[in-house]
């Protein structure tokens, strides 16, 4: 008997269905069959997110709680960022390291308030959908002996992104309003406890709703119903977080980068670094302190072609000597910003703002200007 094609073993969510009903184009993504459009094509689904609200399904992300008293000192074992003394109901974006700095993923920690600490642990981790075995094997096989690391394949995940997010949401519950960015709750939306963060990847405010799978589809519908919202895929996704500036595991960071060279500092805490209370401990600190001495042989940049040519993933940069310097992680034709924007790591000399590099286009190069990130200005509610 022949192998089923690649398609019929790709996982589904539980909103396919849905996806199928709005009209999506379905494509391969992290081992999913994933929406990356609907009817009304990307740039409107971008615009949508922008001006109003759009509603992500982000169901093949990782969720995972970790169970037990020690399961925050535990954590800091693996990452270096501040873990312990995070207050419940606050949210951190942080991330693995191995030995050489590098990094095996980021990912959101939420530590819940006492009382939904039952149902979603002493912390709540999301995790990127391509990474989601390894950190789970990363996760038992380092701390495993002083938590239990609980894999929570059960929920599915949503995300309502835009600055008319909150007043989609809070029609289905009002307290909703009072999160502020980065802290989270459980609400009862449509009937079912989910666990909500004020979060997201597009540099909007909005919403992540986590919410047991077979009730993702009512409360999906539920948000579609809103006059504010309207679905988008992960063409969408991909243009908005770059326009914000954020990393896409796997392109922007890897595991040959260090947080630092990713411009990432800033979510390593005081007291995780030299000098500090609990500084050191996890994969890779002496490279990383290293680098925040200034060390980092290179840094992340964000960059604005001078003309009107998309410059893509993969594209060499040069000097003006015609010196190589590196290759842009990520690029696209920003629709807000109306111009061809990318991220790259360039060497230190040459990633100061306003410094031309130039981009291999087809046999022509292109000159691009380093740009402070983000393209487009964040709108968190604070």
Not at 85 to 112: E, H, K, W
Not at 199 to 224: C, K, N, P, R
Not at 356 to 377: C, D, H, Q, S
Request: proline residues 7%; neutral net charge.
């Amino acid at each position: 008997m022949s192998a089923a094609p690649e398609a019929t073993r790709l996982l589904q969510t539980p909103l396919h269905a849905l996806h199928l009903r709005l009209g999506a184009r379905m494509v391969p993504f992290a081992g999913y069959a994933m929406p990356v459009q609907y009817l009304a094509g990307v740039m409107a689904e971008h615009r949508q997110c922008r001006d109003s609200a759009a509603l992500f399904d982000v169901s093949h992300m990782g969720q995972l709680r970790l169970v037990g008293e020690g399961a925050a000192a535990a954590l800091e074992t693996l990452v270096p960022v501040d873990v312990v003394d995070l207050a419940p109901g606050r949210q951190r974006y942080a991330f693995f390291t191995n030995a050489s700095g590098g990094l095996l993923d980021d990912l959101m920690i939420v530590r819940p308030a006492a009382t939904a600490r039952a149902a979603f642990g002493e912390l709540f981790l999301v995790v990127n959908a391509g990474c989601k075995e390894a950190d789970t094997r990363h996760l038992v096989t380092h701390i495993g002996h002083r938590c239990t690391v609980v894999p929570m394949p059960e929920r599915a995940l949503l995300a309502l992104q835009g600055p008319l997010a909150v007043r989609a949401l809070e029609r289905l519950h009002a307290d909703v309003a009072q999160l502020r960015f980065m802290t989270g709750g459980v609400f009862d939306l449509c009937g079912t406890p989910c666990f909500v963060t004020r979060s997201g990847y597009t540099g909007e405010d909005g919403f992540e709703i986590s919410v047991q799978a077979e009730h993702a589809v009512t409360l999906a519908e539920a948000l579609l119903a809103q006059p504010e919202v309207k679905p988008a895929g992960l063409g969408a996704r991909d243009t908005l977080r770059l326009e914000a500036g954020m990393c896409l595991y796997g392109h922007d960071i890897d595991t040959t980068t260090s947080p630092v060279e990713a411009g990432l500092a800033w979510a390593i805490q005081k007291v995780r670094r030299p000098g500090g209370a609990r500084a050191g401990g996890y994969p890779g600190a002496a490279v990383v302190e290293a680098h925040l001495a200034g060390g980092a042989p290179s840094r992340r940049v964000g960059l604005i072609a001078l003309e009107r040519v998309p410059v893509r993933e993969g594209t060499a940069l040069f000097d003006a000597h015609g010196h190589k310097l590196g290759t842009v992680t990520s690029g696209t034709l920003s629709p807000t910003v109306n111009q061809p924007v990318a991220m790259a790591y360039l060497p230190l000399g040459h990633a100061e703002p306003h410094h031309e590099v130039y981009a291999e286009v087809r046999g022509k190069r292109i000159p691009m200007r380093v740009t402070p990130l983000p393209f487009n200005p964040h709108r968190y509610q604070r």
